[in-house]
C-alpha cells in the first residue's frame, strides 16, 4: 500500500471518508450512484466496467461482479471482454460498450465521426451519456484505488472484497 493507514482502520473508509472528506465522500456517493441509478443493460454495464477494470489492474474492480435482481454476467464474460472484438458472445450493443469504455481511457482522442456513427445508431444521447459518466468513474476511481495500493484491501460495506486467488495473483 503506498498510503500509510492507522492500525486496526479500515483502508478505504481511512482514505475515501477521513482523509479527504470533503472530497472523498463525494466521490463515494458519485461511485456508488453509477450503480444505484444506472438504465444500461447489465451486459453493457459490465463489459464497460470490465474492460476499464482490466486497463486499470484494479484487483476489486476485476474481481467484481455487478448483480441486478440476483442476477450477474455468465462465467467466463471477463475473458470476452478481453476479446472484445472478436467474441461471439457479445451483441452490437455490448462490443461498442467495450469498445467505448477502451477508447475513452486510451485513445479518447480517436473517437471518430465513424465511431460515432455506430455508437449512436445503438445507444441514445442519455444511455451515451450515462454510459461516459459511468467509465469516467470506474477510471478514475478504480485507477485511484489501484495506484494508492488500496485496491488489494478495498471491501464495500456489504464486506464484499477481492478473491484471495486474485489478490494473491498480482
Given amino acids: 500500500m503506498n498510503i500509510d493507514i492507522p492500525e486496526g482502520r479500515d483502508a478505504i473508509e481511512y482514505v475515501w471518508g477521513e482523509m479527504v472528506p470533503g472530497i472523498g ?16 443493460g447489465l451486459r453493457e454495464f459490465e463489459a464497460a466496467r470490465l474492460r476499464i ?3 486499470n489492474g484494479c484487483v476489486f474492480c476485476l474481481d467484481w461482479r455487478t448483480e441486478r435482481d440476483g442476477q450477474k454476467v455468465e462465467e467466463g464474460f471477463a475473458d470476452a471482454v478481453t476479446e472484445w472484438r472478436t467474441t461471439d458472445a457479445f451483441d452490437e450493443r455490448t462490443r461498442l460498450a467495450a469498445e467505448y469504455a477502451e477508447r475513452y481511457a486510451l485513445d479518447h482522442h480517436g473517437l471518430d465521426e465513424e465511431f460515432w456513427a455506430r455508437m449512436t445508431a445503438h445507444y441514445s444521447q442519455l444511455e451515451i451519456v450515462e454510459l461516459s459518466m459511468s467509465i ?16 488489494t484491501v478495498c471491501r464495500l460495506p456489504s464486506g464484499s472484497s477481492p478473491s484471495a486467488r486474485r489478490a494473491d495473483a498480482l
Wanted: hydrophobic fraction near 55%; charged fraction near 10%; aromatic fraction near 12%.
Fill in 25 to 40: 465522500i463525494a466521490a463515494s456517493k458519485f461511485s456508488m450512484a453509477v450503480y444505484a441509478h444506472t438504465t444500461l
Fill in 53 to 55: 477494470a482490466q486497463i
Fill in 136 to 151: 469516467g468513474s470506474w477510471l478514475a476511481f478504480g485507477r485511484l484505488n489501484h495506484v494508492l495500493g488500496l485496491d
